[in-house]
């Protein structure tokens, strides 16, 4: 199972949105709405942002959102702030009881 | 709260064997869905292994027929066997909870690096 494909960077001044991608296959992201996304700051454990494409857990600012398209999920996030300046990294269901994750792309709050 | 804690990382030589632990707390791991996920490092995340609530386990093919993941009810606690490891598993090794399969992966341990290295 291949990874995910997301830019390797993306970057936004404080206040601006950042949208960043993660694309699959018609056998992952293409076939499931069980897409989720997770921040990490360095040398920290991951955190759950986004679950199911769209839904954000407690905890979550609603600046955060997920959506997607045939084989292509995205993560906005608006307003950016200096806490959010990270790792975030997609997942996927990839079928018969596999996951698969995405490459990773940093934020950079300019 | 709840809460997993990894343990049992460290620096073993290529070909050898270690067993990470993962133990919970706030919740049964018995009646959720327990994730190995590990990082190479300056690398992505990669998911290693699945052990469902009903029992069945499930390893990506990079582990398949090297590791297990197992699971003891009465510890509250899940398991990783590596055997045959080589320098590729070199990595930070994390656990996380999935309620309902749905790849909602929340929470994760703070993680346990293994380094393969002779």
């Known amino acids: 199972q291949s990874a995910l494909t997301q830019p390797p960077s993306a970057s936004g001044s404080p206040g601006q949105s950042v949208t960043i991608s993660c694309t699959g296959t018609s056998g992952d992201i293409g076939a499931y709405d069980y897409v989720s996304w997770y921040q990490q700051h360095p040398g920290k454990a991951p955190k759950l942002m986004i679950y199911e494409v769209t839904k954000r857990p407690s905890g979550v600012p609603d600046r955060f959102s997920g959506s997607k398209s045939g084989n292509t999920a995205s993560l906005t996030v608006s307003g950016l702030q200096a806490e959010d300046e990270a790792d975030y990294s997609c997942s996927s269901y990839a079928g018969s009881s596999n996951w698969v994750f995405g490459t990773g792309t940093k934020v950079t709050v300019l | 709260e709840v809460q997993l804690v990894e343990s049992g990382g460290g620096l073993v030589q290529p070909g050898g064997s270690l067993r990470l632990s993962c133990a919970a707390s706030g919740f049964t791991v018995s009646s959720d869905f327990i994730n190995w996920v590990r990082q190479a490092p300056g690398k992505g995340l990669e998911w290693v292994s699945v052990?469902?609530?009903?029992?069945?386990?499930y390893y990506a093919d990079s582990v398949k027929g090297r590791f297990t993941i197992s699971r003891d009810d009465s510890r509250n606690t899940l398991y990783l066997q590596m055997n045959s490891l080589r320098a590729e598993d070199t990595a930070v090794y994390y656990c996380?909870?999935?309620?309902?399969?749905?790849?909602?992966?929340?929470?994760w341990g703070q993680g346990t690096l293994v380094t393969v290295s002779s």
């Open positions: 996380a909870r999935d309620r309902g399969n749905r790849g909602r992966f929340d929470p």
């Open positions: 052990f469902y609530s009903g029992g069945s386990t």
